[in-house]
């Protein structure tokens, strides 16, 4: 599993933070004491499919040329 490997650096002891808000994504932040200032922020959202996305009023996505 992903979550596995990136709590490989983390001190049995460290914590992990998981910061909950109606209406938005689950926000993680782990701190890796060991490597110093170093700090990783990330977010847990559900999976849309497209054509929720499209139902819910969601815009496409623009393409690069």
């Known amino acids: 599993?992903?979550?596995?490997?990136?709590?490989?650096?983390?001190d049995k002891?460290?914590?992990?933070?998981?910061?909950?808000?109606e209406e938005h994504p689950l926000k993680v932040i782990m701190e890796f004491k060991k490597l110093g200032t170093c700090q990783?922020?990330?977010?847990?959202?559900?999976r849309v499919d497209d054509e929720d996305w499209e139902e819910e009023g969601g815009e496409e996505e623009e393409e690069e040329v």
């Open 40 to 46: 990783l922020m990330f977010f847990i959202v559900p």
């Open 13 to 21: 002891k460290e914590e992990i933070a998981f910061h909950i808000k």
């Open 1 to 10: 599993m992903l979550l596995d490997k990136l709590l490989l650096p983390l």
